[in-house]
């Protein structure tokens, strides 16, 4: 039922985004209309709306992955007696550190060290969004009721089981809300990578303030920011879905 | 008999279908502590809130002394009674002093009037000011904060105090510490106090008269006494419950059956006492009450039972004739109501 | 954490971890990157890589840079406690300055033992050195800080090596002479030009002016929704949404309106209130610093108990009373945690600015892009990342004296 239920969400959104970057006619008509002044802004040299929307998904997806595949286990370890005394408060000052860190550095630095173009940008994004899984992740281990995991040892599991059985479940609406933030945060970090040649909507936003031509802008920046509220929408329902019912309920009783 | 400071008449107060206080019509005397009485829902706590406004009736008025409460501003109403809850909600952010100086504040006392008055109901609510004043609520203990309560309620000395189940949160240690307490107060400050509890005990120690609530209705409206003597319907006699003749020799102060001690304090102790070899005589301390003296007298074989005071020096004798004689008396009481 | 105060840690890994980055980076990565020119930095091929080995001309120089590292390394898996966090401490001290004073003497055999080489840089191995003895040092922080018997004054005197480092880059940049090292030389041009103090001020203005814009309206609507649910629910769920939108989205998408309105009343231009400029940017922050003070307001005030309110409520308090005495004091450090977390995120953001002309450290930024040149990169982002340390810094300290004391007390706690 739930796999239904997430597919569902899933194929919602892609087609939703699809039938909006595939319209781009009727988009460029819309804009000339507003802006009868600049009848040559369109269509935009740099690439269709269809590529454009495909190459920030391409990146937004990737990074959000990798993050995600990098943050969780290492806010587990980080999480883990052995290494907890050591690893977390570095692990805590880094990310505080890192949350001051303006995403347009990180995308600027990419470009002499890597260079130009798709990965320099990837690798940008994985940095900038591996914090706010990794703080959630930190963050959710650490807050599971103690009471619960002294149940679970003095029933004789072992750690393993412990992380697998109670740990991770009761983390799983925090970590995802994490994901959720590191992916919003890499679309607008996917818009800045237009900068250094990654595509994506950022190239024609500011290609459009600097030479004045306002359908150009809103040409790039609607786009984006459609992307990133139907991506927050995605991975809202998301978090509900793979929520596990016994702590849905407790929200509701709390809230 | 003093004046009605606190008249309900024909009080209604309605939530859709439901009655929560249904025409309730009660005249509490200056003075008086009156505690309302009754099960979960009966309309007990509704009906106190009326009084200081912070439920409006959907009908009927009530008076206080003599002018209807709606006839003045809520807030002006409330800052002339005092009001005392269960979870004592003492502002966490501020010191004792300034909690209990908040009502004068807000009323417009100059300051060093209301640092004396702090301080004096500090000590009133046996709390030494010194060590208090400047603590914050979350440094005291639970039967402290009440206290502060209390004082907080008194601040600018109103005629009138509400109290919405005090020391219902308490242990129950504290909870009979703080009842004396009250007690002790009421004798100094006199205040007409109106009381809500769902504790019987309680009710009986505290009250002038007790006015047990059901579904929104008032069935009696007595002294204790009265209403364990003559209980109006079943209801209130389930209510009291079945050992109301013992709770009634709780109300009967021990001096009233006791023969008091000759001059010289020792008086002619009767019969032998048949008690257990070895054992101590139970006393019975002046101050109790008549279902303690039982006790006493239980325990030391039927046999007649010293009443001492404070220091331990012989006041009286409960003599078993005595107490025999006042308890075959109860059934004619109960039938003569 | 749960361990009891002044038990000390068993060995530390992280001291090692730290001590091992450094060897690496001492062992082979590039030292030194040098070029003709700066454009040619991008260029794989004109760019000559130096390991220190090779610039020094032998491995004596490699090895004393190396000692504290080797010394930390053998210290974090053997010892433990205080004495090996005070070994720690000053190896990742010495370290790191070792480090950072040999880095001048080692550009200039840099550029003068190789063809052309006009353009000098700090290669990975230098980075990483920095940064393996920078964990060096905190594990040795950490270490004696756990351990008992440690006066509370002590953390920040351990933090003085850092303070050494930046208070001589800022000497080196505002004395007379070139400096050598190729980021201050670049910070010392701005500074000398009055450039990046301009910036900074710029960047400090739209913070401030956006964050208190935000802070005045979320506390009023944080205020207005505890009051109707409704509106509390819809301020949230609108200013959750206007975060989600990409930072350069929603500044393009506010450009327009502006301009439109700058065409019809010529007027503003002469306020600076255009398409380009201070006012879709101050625009956008201030929308964006909505959420958290919305939210925090509206969470701190709902966190006051009900037997607080029904007591202020029965001792006559009218609604204005209970808010400013009650409600208020109580929500105040939740509320001031949420105007923490509004300055951060504004600092960060509006290093966007420049890129609709409103001017701040995005300005180097942008300029580093466009040039390839790190040291604008740097010269753009650190003073965003102090100037938002040292906000954060400060706001906590306020924060902290603002909050009635009674609340700062735990429960059943006697002072």
Redesign the interface.
Known sequence: MRIVRLVGSAAAAIILLGVFFLLEDLHARILLAIWPQYPHALPFQGGSMWQMGVRMVQLVLLSTLLCTAVGIPLGIVATRPRFREEWAPIVDSLVNAGQTIPSLAVVALALPLLGFGFVPALVAMVLYGLLPVLRNTAVALESVDRAQLDAGRGMGMTPGQLLWMVELPHSIPVVLAGIRTSAVLNVGVATLAGLIGAGGFGAAIVHGIDLRVPPLVWYGAVPTALLAVILDFFLRRLEEILTPKGLRLQAHRDG | MSDPIIVFDGVTKQYGEKRAVDNLNLTIREGETCVLIGPSGCGKTTSLRMI?R?VEPSSGHILISGKPTDGVP??????????V???????????VAQNVG??PR?VGWPQHRIDARVDELLALVGLDPAVNRN?????LSGGEQQRV?VA??LAADPPIL?MDEPFGALDPITRERLQDELLRIQRVVRKTIVFVTHDIQEALKLADRIAIMRSGRLIQYDTPEAILWRPADEFVREFVGNDRVIKALGLIPVERVMEPASGNGSGRPGPAPTVATGATPATVPATATLRDALSAVILNGLADTAVVDGEGVVVGWIRREQLLATLAEFPVREVAS | MSRPAGAELSRSRLGAAGALLVLIAVAGLPWIQSAPNPLALGSKLLVRSSSLAVLSGGWLYAALLAAPAAAALIVGLRRAGAPAGWWLWAAGSTGLLAVWLSSEPLIAAGRAGGTLANVALWGSGVWLSLFGYGVVLYAGILHVRRAARTPASLPLVLWVPVLFILVHAGWLIVQGEPAGNWLLRVAQEEAQSGGIQQRIREHLWLSAVSATLSIAVGVAIGIWGYHRERVARVALYVSGVILTLPSLALFAMLMEPYAALANAYPVLRGYGIGGLGAAPAITGLTLYGLLPVIRNTYAGLRGVSAAQLDAARGMGMTPGQIMFLVLLPHALPVIMAGVRQTAILLIGIATLAQLIGGGGLGYYILMGINRASIAHILIGAIPAVLVAVVVDFLLSWLGRSLTPKGLRLSKGVSA
């Open positions: 200081n912070l809520a807030e002006q109403l409330r800052r002339q009674i005092g009001y809850i269960q979870g004592v909600g003492l502002f966490e952010h501020m010191t908040i009502v807000l603590k914050y609520p979350r440094q309560g907080r309620a509400l």
